[in-house]
């Protein structure tokens, strides 16, 4: 077995969605994975190893990877995966609803990162993924809650990137667009953006064509073949961004165009 085949893979959120399809792929190529899913290993089927853990607790994260640690000696990747969406006009969003979204999406991030990160400093080498968004990159209307995780996703992981490439481990971020995956139906809406007249309206014309875009987004195995090649890379590249053409083209056109005419663009697209 060589020293690829014998890495030892952390994918958060791999009961279903990217992160199933990655764990599966990286699981396929001969690397040991371990899944993390909030529900009881014995409710999912699947062919890697699946743990319990909940990312909105320390002590549950912490235990998780003292389990990888007890049976494998080692961690190698760290793939921060596990989030949901909400959505809604960011008036709309009460302050109970936003912590939620940033207890997963960036606290959960940043519980695993500091949970892997001795061990990997130990080791002299490990990588860290971080998967954002294109939302990461823009705000999207009526996902602005959503977006705000991602950006400081995005800027913790610039950071957390330069401080820790001393000790040999590398980060990196990987920024999907739209996906097929079970992330549309579980998506929650802010409790008023189900009264609120105000913005009741727009907010179904978003969502509609928010929901459209993911359906017929690309499949999760575009994104497990991008991580397979990131944590094949000697030195991998500070982010990756996997999605449709025109939603990578997105992202290179903000970074040129004036940016009222950009919004105007992202508000017509998404009809508000």
């Keep these: 077995m060589n020293e690829r085949d014998a890495q030892v893979v952390l994918i958060t959120g791999a009961s279903s969605g990217i992160g199933r399809i990655c764990a599966e792929t990286l699981d396929a190529q001969g690397y040991r994975v371990y899944g993390t899913s909030r529900k009881p290993p014995d409710e ?41 969406g909400y959505g809604g006009a960011v008036e709309d969003t009460s302050i109970d609803e936003a912590k939620a979204i940033f207890e997963a999406n960036f606290f959960g991030v940043l519980r695993v990162c500091r949970a892997v990160l001795p061990t990997m400093r130990k080791q002299r080498r490990g990588l ?6 294109i939302g990461g990159l823009m705000g999207l209307p009526y996902q602005g809650l959503y977006c705000a995780t991602k ?4 800027g913790m992981s610039e950071a957390l990137r330069m401080e820790v490439k001393p000790f040999g ?14 992330f549309t139906a579980n998506r929650r809406n802010t409790a008023a ?19 459209a875009d993911e359906i017929g987004g690309d499949s999760p195995e575009v994104v497990a073949k991008a ?6 890379q000697r ?6 961004i996997v999605g449709p053409f025109y939603e990578k083209l997105a ?3 903000k970074s040129f165009l004036p940016a009222t005419i950009f919004e105007k663009i992202i508000m017509k697209n998404y009809n508000v």
């Design 44 to 84: 999912v089927a699947c062919g890697f190893r699946l743990l319990q853990m909940d990312i909105n607790d320390s002590e549950s994260v912490a235990a998780g990877v003292q389990t990888i640690l007890d049976e494998t000696g080692r961690i190698d990747v760290a793939v921060n995966n596990a989030g949901f």
């Design 128 to 133: 860290i993924v971080n998967v954002s968004s």
């Design 151 to 154: 950006f400081a996703v995005e």
């Design 169 to 182: 481990v590398h980060v990196t971020i990987l920024e999907p667009g739209d996906i097929h995956t079970p």
């Design 193 to 211: 953006s189900q009264t609120h007249e105000t913005y009741r309206e727009p907010y179904q014309r978003a969502l509609a064509k928010i929901e």
């Design 227 to 232: 991580l397979l090649h990131i944590v094949r």
């Design 235 to 240: 030195n991998p590249k500070p982010r990756y």
């Design 251 to 253: 992202v290179w056109v």
